[in-house]
């Protein structure tokens, strides 16, 4: 008989963390569905007590999805946890998860503290919490770098105290694989009532590390991985739900499954970098633009004889359909929502479709392929319609041998504005222009342009981070020509400071 491994999805969490990849609260219950359809157990919906839109999204999320366990996270504090409580209460299953940091430079430099008043503190979080929900998960922060004895200790005495999982966080990413194999199995070992509780993994991305230190953790015996999709999360990320899902898939001799849907992942993780704004580096496994794509010689004529000279997974398996339809300009609104669908987007609204099919029918007389990513970009560049501060027209004169000027023309509010400007190349001239418009001290900190597929009439997106008044905004912009794109990320950048 298999094992079961129970899948705790921080995308909504520890995922948006990453700076520029904050979503609203329907983004977040669009996403929250999807992760339900993938058959995630868990969904950690956020930290309520950090802000009132993280306070309402657990709500909205708990009311919006039906059978995944709805989670909050808090510090071991009692406020933080009434707040957990209040914004749980729509949900159909309701877990807390409640910790604080083990290691002795945690205990030492964030608390000031010492390992007995720790332990104190964790037990009283934990009973505290259990008298609202059944369900309470203690994480011990930095446990990749707190000594085995101690952790046992402390994972002793929340376990008694009411804990149903503990979560045993390598925070920053830095234990080996059979460091963290062996930290997992001397829990199981050490503790008296260990059998009480599910152990959980939680492991970064910073050495490179997070999947491996994952799958050596549920060998070690834990029965619960926190993952994200596509590995999203803080500084370099966190361990992939779809990497350690295909493993588990590829690897049956394991006997561990999970209730994920694998043929749902491609999509999912499709979505997720869109309404994100974060790429997915092509040579990303299992859902990477290149994960089945072989360009050496010798693979193509391997593949050609027997796909399983070089493949170990099936595309279909991870949602690659071979037989997806091809959009293209004569391809009508029925088309362009059922790839919607397929791609996770739940588009309902027919003045919404009505946007994004005109921008698609644009968009495919410029193309010869419209993609799934370009078609995922047009539903996000929709959100840009209720904008006070908007594009009307952009024209730009550059070439080799002269200086470039641009002429712009914004709409703000439902008043029109012009403006021209010379510049050192064709977005600093669209830039400047723009700038005489929007009459603030603005600083440029970051600009950066990917393609989304191959090819000179690509899609190109562009990220921008902007200092105003001394906080950054990001900004996103996707078009056929990349000094549009430039010109609308920056004015993303512009809208989200307007409405603060």
Sequence with gaps: MSDRLFIFDTTLRDGEQVPGCQLNTVEKIQVAKQLESLGVD???????????????????????????????????????????VDSLKYAKRKRIHTGIGTSDSHIKYKFNSNREEIIERAVAAVKYARNFVDDVEFYAEDAGRTDNEYLARVVEAVVKAGATVVNI?????????????????????????????????HCHNDLGMATANTLSGVLGGARQV??????????AGNTSLEEIAMILKCHKHLNIETNINTTKIYPVSRMVS??????????????????????????QDGVLKNVGTYEIMNPKDVGLDDNSIVLTARSGRAALKYRLKVLGVSVEDDKKVDNIYQAFLRLADKKKDVTDDDILVLA????????????????????????????????ISGQKFEAAASGNGPVDAAIKALKKIILKQMTLKEFTIQAISKGSDDVGKVHMQVEYDGSLYYGFGANTDIVTASVE????????????
Excluded at 178 to 199: C, P, R
Excluded at 493 to 498: G, L
Aim: proline share 4%; glycine share 8%.
């Design 274 to 299: 869109s309404l994100m704004n974060m790429p997915v580096q092509p040579n990303k496994a299992v859902v990477g633009r290149n994960a089945f794509a072989h360009s050496s010689g010798i693979h």
């Design 226 to 235: 926190e993952v994200t999709v596509n590995g999203i999360g803080e500084r």
């Design 380 to 411: 996000g560049a929709d959100r840009t319609a209720s904008h006070a501060v908007k594009l009307d027209y952009l024209q730009v004169t550059t070439g080799l041998g002269v200086r470039s000027v641009a002429s712009i023309g914004l709409d």
């Design 42 to 84: 868990v969904i950690e919906a956020g930290f309520p007590i950090s802000s009132p839109g993280d306070f309402n999204s657990v709500i909205e999320i708990s009311k919006a999805v039906t059978w995944p366990t709805i989670c909050a996270l808090t510090r071991a504090v009692q406020k933080d946890i009434d707040v957990a």
């Design 489 to 500: 990320a920056y004015i993303d950048c512009i809208n989200k400071f307007r409405v603060k």
């Design 169 to 201: 966080p390598d925070t920053t990413g830095y234990c080996l694989p059979q460091e963290y194999y062996e930290k997992i199995k001397y829990l199981k070992e050490h503790v008296d009532g260990i059998d009480n509780a599910i152990i959980s993994t």
